[in-house]
């Protein structure tokens, strides 16, 4: 079941520059970013009040919208600030803020040199529920039928809309049939990336994820790479085939959205959630803390 529709809750949106009513935004029906997914945004987290990593977000937008070969009207400072203020005037404690950059109606076709970049925050309530043991029993993925595009089809290191056009279908087939998300293999026929977050598996106290050469190298699988070698473990970067998934004792997943969260199935391939996650979750969870990320910053 949806629950309260987006369009029609309370709060106020950081639109073009300005704090405006919730309800009281519009987009016009012949916007460019709506016929021909001239769109990238963001997702953040916020913990206690503060966007953790906010300035990475920001920068990736931009990495995003100039990729997309749009360039947004204001800095990347400002667009920081612009969070910061929306969360504040939203009185948001822990939740997610999502910023998103979109051309807009001046021009409809393919080419729309001239249509105004625009940029508008939003942010909601989203608390991390954080029950280890729940957690740790691990969701189930099905293999999905899409393939994550090679880099010379489509700008596959922004976080743009087109990108999620097979992340949809793929989600959509996995909860139809019981399972929580979907595992694509890249062009290459290579594991690549779940829907809305990266992979990584575990065999021997070793731990085994993807290069990001053709999806998002998200900044909580940089996080977890960060924190993983600070534990002393051994993280591999590298091309990983999926029969290889028979031979990974643990595997998880990471992102904004799902932090890290252990994975039990992938399609035919079992997994028991083991230490390795279980110090991984925990360390994150620790990280992301107002306090300790400004520990981590002065290091
Ligand atoms: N891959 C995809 C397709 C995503 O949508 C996300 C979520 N932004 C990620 C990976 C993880 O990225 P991050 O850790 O930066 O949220």
């Known amino acids: 079941m949806p629950g309260e529709p987006f369009d029609q809750r309370d709060g106020r949106i950081w639109y073009d520059g300005n704090l405006v009513e919730w309800s009281g935004v519009t987009l016009h029906v012949l916007s460019h970013a ?13 913990y206690g009040g503060r966007i953790f990593k906010l300035t990475e977000h920001t920068r990736r937008l931009f990495h995003s919208a100039k990729t997309l070969d ?8 400002d667009i920081d600030s612009a969070c910061e203020e929306t969360v504040q005037a939203n009185n948001i404690v822990d939740g997610y803020v999502r910023p998103i950059a979109w051309r807009g109606s001046e021009m409809m076709g393919v080419s729309a040199q001239d249509a105004f970049i ?8 989203w608390p991390s529920y954080f029950d280890p043991a729940e957690r740790l029993k691990g969701i189930r993925l099905m293999m999905s039928p899409w393939r994550r595009p090679a880099p010379d089809t489509i700008p596959c290191d922004t976080k743009s809309a087109g990108l999620y056009m097979i992340c949809t279908l793929s989600k959509h087939e996995a909860e139809r049939t019981g399972y929580a998300d979907s595992l694509m ?26 290069t990001p050469d053709c999806f998002l190298d998200g900044i909580t699988r940089r996080t977890v790479i960060y924190l993983a070698g600070r534990c002393g473990f051994e993280v591999v970067e590298r091309a990983i085939m999926p029969e290889e998934m028979a031979n990974f004792s643990e595997c ?33 969870l620790t990280e992301v803390q107002p306090e300790s990320d400004a520990t981590a910053a002065a290091e």
């Not at 932090?259 to 110090?279: D, H």
């Open 118 to 125: 625009h940029l508008a925050i939003a942010t909601w309530e």
């Open 185 to 210: 293999l890249d062009y290459r026929g290579q594991v690549s990336e779940a829907t809305g977050a990266n992979v990584f598996f575990i065999r021997d106290g070793v731990i085994h994820t993807p």
């Open 34 to 46: 709506l016929h021909y997914a001239s769109a990238v945004f963001e997702g953040e987290r916020v």
């Open 252 to 284: 998880f997943l990471t992102g904004t959205a799902v932090e890290v969260t252990p994975v039990s199935q992938i399609g035919e391939y079992s997994f028991t959630p083991g230490c390795i996650t279980e110090t991984l979750m925990d360390k994150y």
């Open 70 to 77: 749009m360039k947004i009207p204001y800095s990347v400072e």
